[in-house]
């Protein structure tokens, strides 16, 4: 896919910094808010309290769904607002985990009021690996990428 179609979906990702999570909870939906941060191979980083039936979700099923939405405007129907929804697997990015200093600072560079949270031995970071993504620009705009696609567009993305 080229660069021109894939630059939207990259730039809503890095302007927007909250996500809705959605997880499976017994069995059913649920959907909470999740600040997140990019690595560059394309993960999603978050940062979780344990206490959070969101991680606990996650835990006993990694399958989950993020949803990024532009900022709502007036002259835009709310149908038409640019939206990206990344399927993927979370799993945890423990200290010893190779890519745990590299998501730790993107995550700090992100949400810098966050260091402090790092230090409370209930939070620790996920990575949230997409295998499909589904952009939609607005009206009659919506395309669908692979994982592998969408890492490679971020990759090949001007720096952020």
């Given at each position: 896919?080229?660069?021109?179609?894939?630059?939207?979906l990259i730039e809503l990702?890095?302007?927007?910094?909250?996500?809705?999570?959605?997880?499976?909870?017994?069995?059913?939906?649920?959907?909470?808010?999740?600040?997140?941060?990019?690595?560059?191979?394309?993960?999603?980083?978050?940062?979780?309290?344990?206490?959070?039936?969101?991680?606990?979700?996650?835990?006993?099923?990694p399958g989950v769904s993020?949803?990024?939405?532009?900022d709502r405007r007036p002259?835009?129907?709310?149908?038409?607002?640019?939206?990206?929804?990344?399927?993927?697997?979370?799993?945890?990015?423990?200290?010893?985990?190779?890519?745990?200093?590299?998501?730790?600072?993107?995550?700090?560079?992100?949400?810098?009021?966050?260091?402090?949270?790092?230090?409370?031995?209930?939070?620790?970071?996920?990575?949230?690996?997409?295998?499909?993504?589904?952009?939609?620009?607005?009206?009659?705009?919506?395309?669908?990428?692979?994982?592998?696609?969408?890492?490679?567009?971020?990759?090949?993305?001007?720096?952020?």
């Amino acid at each position: 896919m080229d660069a021109s179609r894939t630059q939207p979906l990259i730039e809503l990702l890095r302007q927007q910094e909250m996500a809705a999570l959605g997880t499976l909870r017994q069995g059913d939906p649920f959907v909470s808010m999740v600040p997140y941060a990019l690595l560059p191979d394309g993960a999603v980083v978050i940062h979780v309290s344990r206490l959070a039936t969101h991680t606990r979700d996650m835990e006993q099923h990694p399958g989950v769904s993020l949803l990024v939405m532009a900022d709502r405007r007036p002259e835009v129907p709310a149908q038409a607002l640019p939206r990206a929804t990344l399927q993927g697997e979370a799993r945890p990015c423990p200290p010893e985990a190779p890519e745990h200093a590299a998501a730790r600072a993107a995550y700090l560079a992100r949400f810098p009021d966050s260091e402090p949270i790092f230090g409370f031995s209930d939070f620790s970071l996920f990575l949230v690996r997409p295998r499909a993504v589904r952009f939609v620009g607005g009206f009659a705009q919506a395309w669908s990428i692979t994982g592998d696609g969408y890492a490679q567009a971020l990759a090949a993305a001007a720096p952020a």
